[in-house]
C-alpha cells in the first residue's frame, strides 16, 4: 500500500479521515514513540501530521526534534516557540511551559485531524487559534465525524481536553487507553 515515504499529513489529505482501527493502530504507535522521547529526557513540542512521516514497510517515524527541549531544567519557552497553533495546548499558547500533558493534546490534535480531516479548535494566525480556545470555541470530534464509535470519540476528547488535568497524563497513559 505505501511504496513511498509520505507524511500522515500527505495521507490525509489525499485520502481524507482515516478508518478507525488505523487511527487506533496509529495511537498506539505514536504513544510508544513519544513515550521513548519522554523517557529520555526531552519534549518533542511540535507533534502534528507533517511530522510523522512513514516509511515504504509502513513505519510510522517521529519527525522534526527542531522545536524541542528537556524536561529537566528548561528555562521556560518564549511566546514564539509555542511549535504550530492549532496543534498546541491551549495552556501552552498562553504562556506556560509545554509539558507531557501539552505534548498529549498534541497527538491528540493529530488523532482528530487523522479521525476527521481537521481540526478541533480552528484560526488562520495564533490569535485566532488563542481566541477560539479562550471562547471554547471547539468542534466536538463527534459532530466532526458522528459514525466514531464512541469510545474513539472519548479517548480522542480525554486527550484535546482544554484542562490538562482531565487529559491523559502520559503519552503511555494514552497509548494503553488504545491499546
Do not use: W
Not at 487523522?114 to 466536538?140: C, I, K, N, S
Not at 470519540?153 to 497509548?175: C, K, S, V, W, Y
Amino acid at each position: 500500500e505505501f511504496d513511498h515515504v509520505s507524511t500522515l499529513e500527505t495521507e490525509v489529505r489525499e485520502r481524507g479521515p482515516f478508518p478507525v482501527q488505523r487511527v487506533i493502530d496509529i495511537a498506539i504507535q505514536l504513544g510508544d514513540a513519544l513515550s521513548a522521547v519522554h523517557r529520555a529526557g526531552i519534549l518533542h513540542r511540535d507533534v502534528k501530521t507533517q511530522n510523522v512521516m512513514r516509511d515504504g514497510d509502513g513505519r510510522l517515524l517521529l519527525t522534526d526534534f527542531g522545536a524541542c527541549e528537556l524536561l529537566q531544567g528548561a528555562s521556560e519557552p518564549a511566546k514564539s516557540s509555542i511549535g504550530t497553533p492549532l496543534c498546541t495546548a491551549p495552556e501552552v499558547i498562553e504562556g506556560h511551559r509545554a509539558t507531557r500533558q501539552s505534548e498529549v493534546y498534541s497527538l491528540g490534535v493529530l488523532l482528530y485531524r487523522l479521525a476527521t480531516g481537521r481540526y478541533p479548535v480552528e484560526g488562520r494566525t495564533l490569535e485566532d487559534v488563542r481566541a477560539a480556545h479562550a471562547q471554547g470555541t471547539r468542534v466536538a470530534i463527534g459532530d466532526a465525524r458522528p459514525d466514531l464509535p464512541e469510545s474513539l470519540a472519548d479517548m480522542i476528547a480525554r486527550a484535546i481536553h482544554p484542562n490538562r488535568a482531565r487529559r491523559f497524563q502520559t503519552a503511555g497513559e494514552l497509548r494503553d487507553g488504545f491499546a
